[in-house]
């Protein structure tokens, strides 16, 4: 059973931190680009970043260039998006999804195993 579980989402100030973690079970992360995505309250779900099977490339949206940074452990199964100097415009829902392609030239479509999600709030 395909199985992705995103963790590490909570409640941060304004120019804070937080590290998500994108977990795989039941299939080997290394086969897989692997997204990040958001979806705010009232907004469109957004592909925030990507990286290869091999972590050789990535790709981030504009909105978190130089403040997120995408990074695989293939032999832990593990997927790490790191948030740094985040706004409050970055609370959102984030979840990750793999492809069964090995880049990301197709990001953000062509997803094919998402995870539920976790909650990342910024706020003062």
């Known amino acids: 059973q395909f199985e992705l579980v995103e963790s590490g989402g909570g409640l941060v100030q304004p120019g804070g931190s937080l590290r998500l973690s994108c977990a795989a079970s039941?299939?080997?992360?290394?086969?897989?680009?692997i997204g990040w995505f958001r979806q705010a309250p009232g907004k469109e779900r957004e592909g925030v970043s990507c990286?290869?099977?091999?972590?050789?490339?990535?790709k981030y949206a504009d909105s978190v260039k130089g403040r997120f940074t995408i990074s695989r452990d293939n032999a832990k199964n593990t997927v790490i998006l790191q948030m740094n100097s985040l706004k409050p415009e970055d609370t959102a829902v984030y979840y990750c999804?793999?492809?069964?392609?090995?880049?990301?030239?197709?990001?953000?479509?062509?997803?094919?195993?998402w995870g539920k999600g976790t909650l990342v709030t910024v706020s003062s």
């Open positions: 999804a793999a492809t069964r392609y090995y880049y990301c030239s197709g990001f953000p479509y062509n997803m094919d195993y």
């Open positions: 039941g299939f080997t992360l290394a086969n897989y680009a």
């Open positions: 990286i290869s099977s091999r972590g050789g490339s990535t």
